[in-house]
């Protein structure tokens, strides 16, 4: 079983950058495609963007295309958010997940509760 633990968030201005990373543990990540979703407070989570287990392709939801990248580098079973531009109604707790031999696709349409690992989730907050 893989355990992820994210780290990267914070408090940030409006127009700023974070990065998110999300460290696994337990087996190796490189079998298992990658996400990241938010949850905004009062609010359901959702998808924010998904990396294939090659790391050939990547998914995003349409509110952070252009503004956000994800990567993984499975030699360190790590997996990253790159977010540019912030915007206040980017505040959320960002969770890291993983699905195992699944599709980047796949992961923006899932279940919450089919995917295979959760993180504890890490607070982003972008002052305006």
């Known amino acids: 079983q893989v355990q992820l633990v994210e780290s990267g968030g914070g408090l940030v201005q409006a127009g700023g950058s974070l990065r998110l990373s999300c460290a696994a543990s337990g087996r190796t990540i490189s079998s298992f495609a990658m996400g990241w979703f938010r949850q905004a407070p009062g609010k359901e989570r959702q998808f924010v963007a998904a990396i294939s287990w090659s790391g050939g392709t990547t998914y995003y939801a349409d509110s952070v295309k252009g503004r956000v990248t994800i990567s993984r580098d499975n030699a360190k079973n790590t997996v990253y958010l790159q977010m540019n531009s912030l915007k206040p109604g980017d505040t959320a707790v960002y969770y890291c997940?993983?699905?195992?031999?699944?599709?980047?696709?796949?992961?923006?349409?899932?279940?919450?509760?089919?995917?295979?690992?959760w993180g504890q989730g890490t607070l982003v907050t972008v002052s305006s």
């Open positions: 997940a993983a699905s195992f031999l699944n599709t980047a696709q796949a992961m923006a349409v899932m279940t919450l509760n089919a995917l295979d690992a």
